[in-house]
T-cell receptor, first 112, second 113 residues
Framework: DVKVTQSSRYLVKRTGEKVFLECVQDMDHENMFWYRQDPGLGLRLIYFSYDVKMKEKGDIPEGYSVSREKKERFSLILESASTNQTSMYLC???????????FGPGTRLLVL | QKEVEQDPGPLSVPEGAIVSLNCTYSNSAFQYFMWYRQYSRKGPELLMYTYSSGNKEDGRFTAQVDKSSKYISLFIRDSQPSDSATYLCAMSSPNQGAQKLVFGQGTRLTINP
């Protein structure tokens, strides 16, 4: 079974803090994705990576950056957290050019 | 107009009922169609995957794609309380960079015992 894990289930941070969200997959997948999920807006793609050290902006990259130093690990960084970044963050991975993505359990982030 | 439209519900039905969940889309290039199930406070899990038009059945679940109408459906037969979740449709086209998925908003479903 594909396993995608995320470093925290719940996180509370203060405005202006730097926040790191980590995602690890154990299936040697090339592609990894970061989404945020908000009521009424569904899942929106923040960034994705199709290989180590490669990244591309998704639909809402502003205020975020990413890092992929190893194939199994994809980090999402909030440089200076703001209250409008309070959300559920979901990581996903996918092998090669297959369409289906496998999701982690999510991190609920609250920025005060 | 959103690329993928999905009624957010909520939808509440009695146990044993047949449930029909639907999405419409505007991009005729979409060829890959998925349904994900998401339990409360969990990540989405893949339920069904269909390529192009037609039906696919897996146990109590049937996915249908009608590309001429740009309409996809998920049917759940003999619904159970454990089917209570949010159901997300997702789709992509070969032309989208890295085959990004476009998601519907999700329909929240409750099956009442």
């Amino acid at each position: 079974d594909v396993k995608v894990t995320q470093s925290s289930r719940y996180l509370v941070k203060r405005t202006g803090e730097k926040v790191f969200l980590e995602c690890v997959q154990d299936m040697d997948h090339e592609n990894m994705f970061w989404y945020r999920q908000d009521p009424g807006l569904g899942l929106r793609l923040i960034y994705f990576s199709y290989d180590v050290k490669m990244k591309e902006k998704g639909d809402i990259p502003e205020g975020y950056s990413v890092s992929r130093e190893k194939k199994e690990r994809f980090s999402l960084i909030l440089e200076s957290a703001s209250t409008n970044q309070t959300s559920m963050y979901l990581c996903a991975s996918r092998v090669g050019q297959q369409e289906t993505q496998y999701f982690g359990p999510g991190t609920r982030l609250l920025v005060l | 107009q959103k690329e993928v439209e999905q009624d957010p519900g909520p939808l509440s039905v009695p146990e044993g009922a047949i449930v029909s969940l639907n999405c419409t889309y505007s991009n005729s290039a979409f060829q890959y169609f998925m349904w994900y199930r998401q339990y409360s406070r969990k990540g989405p899990e893949l339920l069904m995957y269909t390529y192009s038009s037609g039906n696919k059945e897996d146990g109590r679940f049937t996915a249908q794609v009608d590309k001429s109408s740009k309409y996809i459906s998920l049917f759940i037969r003999d619904s159970q309380p454990s089917d209570s979740a949010t159901y997300l449709c997702a789709m992509s086209s070969p032309n989208q960079g890295a085959q990004k998925l476009v998601f519907g908003q999700g329909t929240r479903l409750t099956i009442n015992p």
